[in-house]
């Protein structure tokens, strides 16, 4: 019974998690919109004015839009950690990990251990925590590299092929001949 349930708040979570994502990746495209836009503007705002005549009416307009447009923009970016914070560490991917604890360290640089040490012992805390689930997301990745660099080298020694240029394998060094000719 107890494994049935530990299947049920895994599933919860990877259902929370997707959601989670699939908003960020909608606020993150829209936010990108939002941007090209602003850059048009601009560069509309530019030819306008390098342009004789009166077009300060349609100058203005293309500010306000710019602006509002800024404003949609802040929002995104609040529902994009909002909705990150409801994604377990578990779920997250290595990037948004490594975003995460970049983060998470600018913040204790900018805090004073003297006038805040709460603050500074649970962002020391949350820094530790989000370490160990980066290097878990990203220990599969290393192994897969370096076995596959392994079976090359191996592959390569075993079928009698020469090393005809340098290469970096450390750990097979006694067998690869790197510089025979």
Do not use: W
Not at 30 to 48: D, F, G, M, V, Y
């Amino acid at each position: 019974m107890a494994k049935l349930q530990n299947d049920k708040i895994s599933a919860e979570l990877d259902l929370t998690a997707n959601k989670a994502n699939e908003e960020i990746h909608r606020l993150t495209k829209a936010t990108e919109n939002l941007r090209k836009q602003n850059q048009e503007h601009r560069k509309e705002i530019s030819r306008l004015a390098a342009t004789e005549g009166d077009y300060s009416a349609e100058i203005k307009r293309l500010n306000n839009a710019i602006q509002q447009n800024t404003r949609e923009i802040e929002q995104n970016k609040r529902k994009i950690v909002e909705e990150e914070g409801k994604i377990d560490l578990t779920r997250k991917t290595a990037a948004q990990l490594g975003k995460e604890l970049k983060n998470l360290k600018r913040q204790l640089a900018n805090t004073s251990k003297a006038a805040d040490p709460e603050k500074y012992r649970t962002l020391e805390k949350e820094i530790r925590r989000v370490e160990k689930a980066h290097a878990a997301a990203t220990r599969s990745t290393r192994g897969f590299m370096t076995s596959k660099q392994d079976l090359y080298c191996h592959k390569r020694l075993f079928h009698g092929n020469r090393h005809d240029r340098k290469h970096s394998c450390d750990r097979c060094f006694p067998q690869c001949f790197q510089y025979r000719r």
